[in-house]
Nanobody, 115 residues
Framework: QVQLVESGGGLVQPGGSLRLSCAAS????????MGWYRQAPGKQRELIAT???????NYVDSVKGRFTISRDNAENTVDLQMNSLKPEDAAVYYC?????????WGKGTLVTVSS
């Protein structure tokens, strides 16, 4: 079993920054893809950013230029640096990992963007 634990969420003012972190633990050999998703109230969960083990990134258009995803393959961690945060960025952010043909999810960390 693979467990993902997110951290770093909290309250930030518009224009501020947060850095989310996710640590994977358990029976891990190689994580093909790690990423971040978010879900705002009343909305469907959406992909924010993913990063494969080869270094290929994918970002949703709304965060390009503001968010940066990074990972440490040796430590099985993935971070999301979020800058210039907007109220519409407020959501529960979920860490995701794909390995062994399966998807694993963290339980989420809440990001609130409010003046």
């Amino acid at each position: 079993q693979v467990q993902l634990v997110e951290s770093g969420g909290g309250l930030v003012q518009p224009g501020g920054s947060l850095r989310l972190s996710c640590a994977a633990s358990g029976s891990i050999t190689s994580i093909y893809r790690m990423g971040w998703y978010r879900q705002a109230p009343g909305k469907q969960r959406e992909l924010i950013a993913t990063l494969t083990i080869t270094g290929r990134t994918n970002y949703v258009d709304s965060v390009k230029g503001r968010f940066t995803i990074s990972r440490d393959n040796a430590e099985n961690t993935v971070d999301l640096q979020m800058n210039s945060l907007k109220p519409e960025d407020a959501a529960v952010y979920y860490c995701n990992a794909e390995l062994g043909g399966k998807d694993y999810w963290g339980k989420g960390t809440l990001v609130t963007v409010s003046s």
